[in-house]
């Protein structure tokens, strides 16, 4: 599927949080998507998460701002993005792309596969278990994640730059 404007990604959100299942589906971004002003629900929850492919196509994901990240659990790919001038604010247990990278129910077999991601000119501010990239990192892979003149501000415990808390068979 092509995701070339805001609306159409509000969509997918909406779907995957409602529990339709996107597993062996790839999602595509088909230009640079400008959420100045947007709230934003995370894409998936505990219950319904993305298990399929998200691809950038180097596309970016502008302006970003809220109190959690894109995504709440990511279990599937996500794959060449920019993040440039996003932001979370107050959050705990957050990053900016995810709260849970690789993070399965007993029923799931964790697939979390991050690669080629940029994060430009971004802010954190989060509190326990918070990192830019993720909260938690649990049984995934992460490659080529870059970051160029981000800030983050953090208290509490369990926080790191990548992740705050890495668990299981996390490969970088």
């Given at each position: 599927y092509l995701i070339k404007d805001k609306a159409q990604l509000e969509h997918?959100?909406?779907?995957?949080?409602?529990?339709k299942d996107t597993t062996n589906v790839t999602f595509i971004l088909g230009a640079d998507i400008d959420l100045k002003g947007e709230e934003w629900t995370p894409i998936g929850n505990l219950t319904y998460q993305f298990l399929g492919t998200f691809d950038g196509n180097g596309h970016k994901i502008l302006n970003y701002k809220g109190t959690a990240g894109l995504f709440r659990v990511l279990n599937g790919a996500f794959q060449n993005v920019v993040f440039e001038y996003c932001e979370v604010v107050g959050a705990?247990?957050?990053?900016?792309?995810?709260?849970?990278?690789?993070?399965?129910?007993?029923s799931n077999v964790c697939q979390g596969h991050v690669k080629n991601v940029v994060f430009k000119d971004c802010k954190f501010t989060g509190a326990n278990d918070s990192g830019l990239l993720s909260g938690h990192i649990h049984d995934a892979t992460v490659e080529e994640v870059y970051m160029e003149n981000c800030e983050m501000t953090i208290s509490g415990r369990r926080n790191g730059f990548l992740a705050g808390r890495v668990e299981g068979y996390a490969t970088f």
């Open positions: 997918l959100a909406e779907l995957v949080n409602k529990g705990a247990n957050a990053g900016l792309l995810a709260t849970y990278i690789g993070y399965a129910k007993s």
